[in-house]
């Protein structure tokens, strides 16, 4: 399904990323993973969209999206301080689904008022077609806390479930996942 170009054209994905937070990656592969993962999210959204990165290494974000500075105060800080330069319908996505595809990030849009859980509980995507329902809920067990907060839906996005914590992670989402990061494991197999 493809959206409507109006909608396309209202639709802005904004990326929390830091390059730091991969810290159960192996040290030799950690600033590399969420770099090719952070491009493979972001080559995804810019087909839907306006694309807004939150960072603290602009040097490291792709071309074709806007760049605005991580407050440094944790993920809900930083998504907030994206979600600042947003009119009309946002989603959030964070930099490591390395499986985001624009159908998927696509479908999220169409969901309306809704998110993509984690395995853990956790928050992996949110569709908001007004920014202003963000509440600063991220951390453990934060899906039930949106849920409960607005009433956010529950969408069963396998693209944007599966998310990279660990080496096991990347190696066992690499097949599926975007090209940088399967270029990326290649490599270091």
Known sequence: MRL?????????????????????????????AAVAMLGDVVAAALAVGRVVVVTDDSVVVPPGVEVVADPGEGLSAAVAAGLERV????????????????VALERLAAAGLALVEAADG??????????????????????????????????AIPELEADVDTGEDLERLAPRGGPRTRALVAVHA
């Open 87 to 102: 009119e009309g319908h946002a989603l959030v996505v964070n930099a490591d689904v390395p499986c985001a595809t624009t």
């Open 122 to 155: 956790t928050t992996n995507a949110l569709s908001l077609p007004d920014p202003s329902l963000f509440a600063p809920l991220y951390g453990p067990g934060s899906a039930a806390r949106f849920r409960a907060h607005a009433g956010f839906a529950t969408v």
């Open 4 to 32: 409507a170009p109006t909608l396309a054209r209202v639709l802005t994905t904004v990326i929390p990323y830091r390059g730091d937070a991969k810290r159960r990656l192996p040290s030799e592969l950690r600033a590399a």
